[in-house]
T-cell receptor, first 113, second 111 residues
Framework: DVKVTQSSRYLVKRTGEKVFLECVQD?????MFWYRQDPGLGLRLIYF???????EKGDIPEGYSVSREKKERFSLILESASTNQTSMYLC????????????FGPGTRLTVT | SQQGEEDPQALSIQEGENATMNCSYK?????LQWYRQNSGRGLVHLIL?????REKHSGRLRVTLDTSKKSSSLLITASRAADTASYFC???????????FGKGTHLIIQP
């Protein structure tokens, strides 16, 4: 079975802190994604990557950056956390190409105070 | 931008009844996928239907796709309490930018 793990289930940070969210997948998938999920807004794509060291902006990249130094690991970075970044963050991986499902991690619920 | 929109936003039925959720989208797609999310957890893939398919079954799930109306429906037959979850449709437009998700239907199965 594909396994996607995220470094924390729950995280509480202070405004202005630098925050790292880690995601690791064990199926050698090329594509990896970061979403945030908010009530009433559904899932929105922040960034995605289709190869090591490659990254593309999604629909809401402002305030975030990403890093993909190894194929299995995709990190989301909040350079200076703000309260409006309080959210559920979901990572997903997918084999390269079309017509494939995405495999999601359990999510990280981040609270910025 | 949001591509899929689920309808209804919330649905409550008795155990054993069938549950139907609908999804509408705006642009042409390669495939449409349905996911389930239990409270506070990650999403789990349920079924994928390609743009050239009209209907697909998987266990108690039946998905239809009408590309002329840009709509899809998910039917869960003989519902169980464990089916209580949020259900999302997601469209794949065929680019490298992944899926676009709707806001979901929250399904509650009353025992």
């Amino acid at each position: 079975d594909v396994k996607v793990t995220q470094s924390s289930r729950y995280l509480v940070k202070r405004t202005g802190e630098k925050v790292f969210l880690e995601c690791v997948q064990d199926m050698d998938h090329e594509n990896m994604f970061w979403y945030r999920q908010d009530p009433g807004l559904g899932l929105r794509l922040i960034y995605f990557s289709y190869d090591v060291k490659m990254k593309e902006k999604g629909d809401i990249p402002e305030g975030y950056s990403v890093s993909r130094e190894k194929k299995e690991r995709f990190s989301l970075i909040l350079e200076s956390a703000s309260t409006n970044q309080t959210s559920m963050y979901l990572c997903a991986s997918q084999p390269y190409g079309y017509q494939y499902e995405q495999y999601f991690g359990p999510g990280t619920r981040l609270t910025v105070t | 931008s949001q591509q899929g929109e689920e309808d209804p936003q919330a649905l409550s039925i008795q155990e054993g009844e069938n549950a139907t959720m609908n999804c509408s989208y705006k642009t042409s797609i390669n495939n449409l996928q349905w996911y389930r999310q239990n409270s506070g957890r990650g999403l789990v893939h349920l079924i994928l239907i390609r743009s050239n398919e009209r209907e697909k079954h998987s266990g108690r799930l039946r998905v239809t796709l009408d590309t002329s109306k840009k709509s899809s429906s998910l039917l869960i037959t003989a519902s169980r309490a464990a089916d209580t979850a949020s259900y999302f449709c997601a469209t794949d437009r065929g680019g490298a930018d992944g899926l676009t998700f709707g806001k979901g239907t929250h399904l509650i199965i009353q025992p």
